[in-house]
């Protein structure tokens, strides 16, 4: 069996690799790094079975290249070739806190305003190429950095874009996060308004007294929702007042639903063209189980498509479904019972399912999958 590709991501680690004795270069994924910054460093080696992903090569070089992949850069408008996830700063390059018009000259904006230029389904084949490298650079970048997590530490939440920062449900939600996030484990959401803001916030905090996440909450309520003007500016005020580099939180949203801001305050975003790898990644990744708050239709489907690998077992285990709002989920939209029922016919399998509104019983529920209490 052959290894894997080992990574050139960064200037550092293109140096160790060109400073190598080794005369050929085997097996090598060179990602968006300069090679003429050291011309004759770069032409003293053959490269065999390499890949060069949006790479500035010296003039001659491809004398050099044998049995390899070369991809040119493509377009102004996005990174194709990713080599990390973004963060707030990097997605917000060009907002300036206190001057929401600004966001009109930034990085996500830019690229929204391309993506719908060009089309949500676009024709033109260079751009539907550019978009899946893309999205597959994100896939590796959030693969990569999950690989060092136990599985099971990753929570994801679901739930209403629409949910109000003023809401009860979304400081429930919060807190819950702040709690998770503390007891050690990454918190994941869609990456957008609403519930998925609410457990960023509450990863964001981590850590912090009473009194600061209840600061922090009153500042996002001045702008309770994402259609308000100052929606993105009072978040970008938290992030300034309360600055996090402890706990991870990782939010992944896309530019199929760019009207919606992404949260920044997740510390790593994982922005995606494709909705539906984005969908079916935040199930697949939340192996520590999934807290399902009120939503409407996308949440829904969400539900029904997290059961089904529960129900197949499609990972080797199932992992818990808390859904928190009892009445919301017994008679608004009264799924629990479904599936309650569901499982007592056998129709559904290996479900761990439970339904509460208080925030310590959803805590356990999900320590409990990990075997442990609080």
């Given at each position: 069996?052959q290894?894997?590709y080992?990574?050139i991501n960064?200037?550092w680690?293109l140096?160790q690799t060109?400073h190598?004795e080794?005369?050929?270069i085997?097996r090598?994924a060179?990602k968006?790094?300069?090679l003429?910054a050291?011309t004759?460093?770069?032409?003293a080696?053959?490269?065999?079975?390499?890949?060069f992903?949006?790479?500035?090569?010296p003039?001659g070089f491809?004398?050099?290249?044998?049995?390899?992949l070369?991809?040119?850069?493509?377009?102004?408008?996005?990174?194709?070739f990713?080599?990390?996830?973004?963060?707030a700063q990097?997605?917000?390059?060009g907002?300036?806190?206190?001057?929401?018009?600004s966001?009109?000259?930034c990085?996500?904006?830019?690229?929204y305003?391309h993506?719908?230029?060009?089309?949500?389904?676009?024709?033109?084949i260079k751009e539907t190429?550019a978009r899946s490298?893309?999205d597959?650079s994100i896939?590796?970048?959030?693969?990569?950095?999950l690989?060092?997590?136990?599985?099971?530490?990753i929570?994801?939440?679901m739930?209403?874009?629409?949910m109000?920062?003023t809401?009860?449900?979304y400081e429930?939600?919060a807190?819950i996060?702040?709690?998770?996030?503390e007891l050690?484990?990454?918190?994941?959401?869609?990456?957008?308004?609403g519930a998925?803001?609410?457990?960023h916030?509450?990863?964001w905090m981590?850590g912090?007294s009473?009194?600061e996440?209840t600061?922090?909450?009153?500042?996002?309520?001045t702008?309770?929702?994402?259609?308000?003007k100052?929606w993105l500016d009072?978040?970008m005020?938290?992030?300034?007042?309360?600055?996090?580099?402890?706990y991870?939180s990782?939010?992944?949203?896309?530019w199929l639903?760019?009207?919606e801001?992404?949260t920044?305050?997740?510390?790593?975003i994982?922005k995606?063209f494709?909705n539906s790898?984005?969908?079916?990644g935040i199930?697949?990744i939340?192996?520590g189980?999934?807290?399902?708050?009120?939503?409407?239709a996308?949440?829904l489907q969400e539900i029904?498509q997290?059961a089904v690998?529960n129900?197949y077992?499609?990972?080797g285990f199932?992992?818990?479904?808390?859904f928190m709002?009892?009445q919301?989920?017994?008679?608004?939209?009264?799924?629990?019972?479904?599936m309650q029922d569901?499982?007592?016919?056998?129709?559904?399998?290996?479900?761990?399912i439970s339904l509460?509104?208080?925030?310590e019983e959803?805590?356990?529920e999900?320590l409990k999958?990990?075997e442990e209490?609080i």
């Amino acid at each position: 069996m052959q290894h894997n590709y080992t990574e050139i991501n960064d200037d550092w680690q293109l140096a160790q690799t060109l400073h190598s004795e080794e005369k050929v270069i085997r097996r090598t994924a060179f990602k968006g790094v300069n090679l003429t910054a050291e011309t004759e460093l770069s032409m003293a080696h053959d490269y065999v079975d390499c890949i060069f992903l949006g790479c500035t090569l010296p003039s001659g070089f491809k004398r050099h290249i044998k049995d390899s992949l070369v991809f040119p850069k493509m377009g102004e408008a996005f990174d194709v070739f990713r080599s990390k996830l973004y963060t707030a700063q990097s997605l917000y390059e060009g907002y300036e806190v206190g001057n929401p018009d600004s966001y009109d000259k930034c990085y996500d904006a830019i690229v929204y305003r391309h993506y719908l230029k060009e089309g949500k389904q676009a024709t033109n084949i260079k751009e539907t190429l550019a978009r899946s490298l893309h999205d597959h650079s994100i896939s590796s970048a959030l693969h990569d950095l999950l690989g060092h997590f136990d599985q099971k530490r990753i929570i994801g939440v679901m739930g209403g874009h629409n949910m109000s920062r003023t809401c009860a449900q979304y400081e429930q939600v919060a807190r819950i996060s702040k709690k998770l996030s503390e007891l050690g484990f990454i918190m994941i959401s869609g990456g957008g308004p609403g519930a998925m803001e609410a457990t960023h916030l509450g990863a964001w905090m981590a850590g912090r007294s009473e009194d600061e996440f209840t600061d922090a909450l009153s500042m996002l309520c001045t702008a309770p929702n994402f259609t308000d003007k100052m929606w993105l500016d009072t978040a970008m005020q938290v992030v300034e007042k309360y600055p996090q580099k402890e706990y991870l939180s990782i939010g992944i949203p896309t530019w199929l639903y760019g009207h919606e801001p992404s949260t920044p305050l997740a510390m790593c975003i994982a922005k995606y063209f494709d909705n539906s790898i984005r969908e079916d990644g935040i199930l697949t990744i939340a192996s520590g189980g999934i807290i399902f708050t009120p939503g409407s239709a996308g949440t829904l489907q969400e539900i029904f498509q997290e059961a089904v690998q529960n129900h197949y077992l499609s990972f080797g285990f199932s992992s818990p479904m808390c859904f928190m709002g009892k009445q919301f989920w017994t008679e608004d939209v009264p799924v629990y019972p479904f599936m309650q029922d569901m499982i007592a016919k056998q129709r559904y399998k290996n479900l761990i399912i439970s339904l509460s509104d208080d925030n310590e019983e959803i805590v356990n529920e999900l320590l409990k999958f990990r075997e442990e209490k609080i």
